[in-house]
Each structure stands twice: as C-alpha cells, then as structure tokens.
C-alpha cells in the first residue's frame, strides 16, 4: 500500500476503538488544503531547472499547521499527504496546540551547489508566502533539510513581509532564534520513551514474571544514521545499551567482535556523518576485523533486542516482517512499518513504539521554538529537556494505559489517545 493508503488504515482501526463520530472521522479523512506548485531555478550553469513542490494542510482544528519539509528524490504528493496526516495525529498525541502540515520538494539536495540548494528554498518560500506564517502553518527540517534552509526560509519570508519574522519557521540556527536542544530533540524524545519501555515487562526480559529489564544487556541495532539515527545511537551507548548494527544510505554494518560497536566508532560515524567512512572498504564483502557489511535489508533481520527505524517508510512489510528478529521496534522514521506487519508484529508480541509518538520529539522542541520566538524570550537546554520529557512520559504513560484496557497494540492506542482530543477540538469548533 501506499503511505496515504497505510495512514488511513491506521486510523480507521482506532477509530473503530474509540467509536469516533462519523462526522469527526470523515473531517479527519481529508486534507484541508493541498498546494501544488512548481520552482524554477536558475542553476549555476546558466540554464533554468523547474522543481516540483508540496504543501499539504490536513487539519488545524487543534492549533496552526506544523510540519516540516522534505527535499528528497522520491517525495511526491502521495508521500507528503500521509506525512501530513500523521502529524496531525503527533501533535494531538503529545497534546501540543498544532494541526498538521507537511511540505516537499521532489530534489536530490547532494547534486545541487549551496547557491542552487538556496534559491530552490527562497523559491519554495515565495510560492508558499500567503499560506504560511506564525499564526497559520510553521514548517521545520525533515529529511535532507536543514537549519540553514530554515534560516534561509525565514530571511525570504522576512523579506516578504518587511520586518523579521523567525516564528514563520522552527529547526532555524540558535543565532536567528533557534530553540537549545532542537538539533537532537528526535532522538532525545525517542530515548525518553525507550527507557519507559525499558521499564515495562516484556519478552525481551529474562524473567517471565516481568523482572526490570537492565539496559546494559539490551542489543540494539539502528537503521539510518541520519540527525534522529546518528543522536539516538549516541544516546543508547552513553546510557549502557549495546549496539549491534547501524546502517546509513549506502551500507550496513553489523559488529562481529560480540562486544557492541565503541564510543570511538560511533563518535566518528556521527563526525563523517555515515557509517561508509568506518573503513576503507565500501563493499558487502568486508574484510574488517571487528564489523562485517551488509545491506539494509538484511540488517532489519538481525537478531536483536531492539530494532530502530530511523530512515524512510515501508521499511517492514507483510513480505519480510516474517524475517524480523527483534522484539521491540521504536520508530524514528516516519511510517517505516506498514500496517499488514503491524498486525503480524501484535500477534508474534513484538512491541511497536509507533512514530506518531516516538518521533514526536522533533515537534514539540519545534513547538517550544515558536513559543521562544513569540514571547523573544529564550530556555537552557536543560529547561528544553526537562520540559520535553514530562511531555514524551505523560502521553506515553497515556497511551499505554489505553493500549492495556483495550487490549490493543500501542499504535492504536496512541492514535486512540490523538483522536479523543481531535474530536473535542473538531466539536469544540461546531465543526461537526
């Protein structure tokens, strides 16, 4: 299925939990508005390249739309649609005032020069430049998007508008109003949920009876070493967990020495920002003495603890879900389990941290920013921290007690925790 066609799968599942009003689900079904719009671009050679853009706005019923933007290869409507629905789930699931939003740009990023990559974001600006803004939609970085394309968003919008404006965007350099934390809040969100998880019983413990599990003897393996993959591989080593695998665009690789990888050989896969750069051989066939080359595929069927998905969506399907070993799977990525696996992963009693709730993270340090912009009063990291995780651990406490009364799996129940507020926002506004 495609990634619209598994967000509303998802949702009519838990709709049928909570007993959704009709008219609340048939709202909820359809973005509000759809933007569709192309960027030429004057190249550095002279000639003139048109890019396909995207903004899609599903529901503002809880607060302005949020989401970030994509400049990726295959990024096309169907993909941005999905993205924008299940951020309207996040943010209603951690209870912070957003509707949902999300943006593209059908683009390679790595063939474009610095010059190019800033006239395609100046470009996507000004054809969003009457939809978006502090009061109406706030977009933020996604994958191969980043602070300096934000700053570079909000000097054109600025620009626009004729005063300075740095609530139009989030994920912006610290220098133009950028919130402490915001580079790593994904993965920070994320990892206070593993360690809630790492404190419930469940059969990745030894003890049936539901002894607390130690993290030091949990294995974990993390597929993307992007900004979410390569801070929360950080995270889970500095706090005793033992990392097996971790892959990026190019490459996989698996430790072979039984130790787990090192504090050396994370920190310099987060330096070259790609696990490629570990060695000089680049080939599946790896002569290395501590780790061994694989591919991405494969590396989702290590025998593991805990599975991280911090890539790209449909990452496990009904087609290889019958090959995955891991017995907790935490979703950094947007959408990377399809919903046939999901119900594959309930039954073999393999937990799914969903990523309407593991990523959410990103979105509410996102949130944090805007508030920051708008009072131009500005938090420690550690005040963003401590904030952040009493937002992760209520709402997750939240969803598992849903997730318990029903029986359920915690995707639905985390959906089930969204859709209750959005039904008493959608009423709250005579909506239906």
Not at 151 to 168: A, H, L, T
Not at 370 to 398: G, P, R, T
């Amino acid at each position: 299925m495609s990634p619209l066609q598994n967000a509303l799968t998802q949702l009519k599942k838990a709709a049928e939990l909570v007993k959704l009003d009709a008219a609340v689900l048939e709202i909820l079904k359809k973005p509000k508005k759809i933007h569709e719009f192309s960027i030429p671009v004057k190249m550095d050679s002279g000639e003139t390249k048109v890019f396909d853009g995207y903004r899609v706005q599903w529901n503002d019923a809880r607060g302005p739309f949020k989401g970030g933007i994509r400049f990726h290869p295959k990024t096309d409507l169907n993909e941005v649609e999905a993205l924008s629905f299940w951020m309207t789930i996040k943010c209603a699931a951690v209870g912070i005032p957003y509707g949902g939003g999300k943006g593209g740009v059908t683009v390679d990023p790595k063939k474009l020069s610095k010059t190019e990559l800033e006239r395609l974001s100046r470009g996507y600006t000004q054809a969003l430049k009457d939809y978006i803004g502090p009061e109406r939609d706030i977009p933020a970085p996604d994958v191969y998007t980043t602070p300096q394309i934000m700053g570079w968003i909000m000097d054109e919008f600025s620009k626009i508008k004729g005063y300075n404006v740095p609530g139009v965007v989030t994920g912006k350099p610290l220098e133009i109003g950028g919130s402490a934390g915001r580079g790593t809040a994904t993965a920070q969100g994320g990892f206070y949920i593993l360690e809630e998880v790492a404190k419930k019983f469940h059969p990745m413990g030894d003890d049936p009876k539901g002894q607390k599990i130690k993290n030091k003897k949990l294995s974990v393996v993390i597929q993307g070493f992007g900004n979410a993959g390569a801070n929360m591989a950080d995270l889970c080593f500095h706090a005793g967990y033992k990392i097996i695998g971790i892959s990026d665009s190019q490459t996989a690789i698996i430790d072979k020495s039984g130790k787990g990888f090192d504090s050396h050989t994370i920190a310099k896969m987060k330096e070259k920002k790609g696990v490629v750069d570990v060695c000089e051989c680049k080939e599946i066939k790896c002569a290395c003495k501590d780790h061994v080359h694989t591919t991405n595929e494969k590396l989702l069927e290590t025998d593991c603890d805990i599975l991280i998905l911090a890539a790209l969506e449909n990452q496990i399907t009904k087609k290889n879900v019958g090959r995955v070993k891991a017995k907790v799977i935490l979703e950094l990525a947007n959408g990377p389990t399809a919903p046939e696996a999901d119900e594959k992963l309930f039954k073999k009693n393999v937990l799914v941290v969903p990523d309407v709730l593991a990523n959410a993270g990103g979105v509410t340090v996102s949130y944090f920013e805007w508030v920051q912009n708008l009072a131009n009063y500005y938090w420690s990291e550690k005040e963003v921290f401590e904030k952040l995780k009493k937002i992760m651990v209520e709402n997750f406490d939240a969803a598992w007690k849903i997730k318990e009364q029903n029986k359920t799996d915690l995707r639905t129940a985390v959906f089930a925790l969204a859709l209750g507020r959005l039904e008493k926002a959608i009423k709250a506004r005579g909506w239906a």
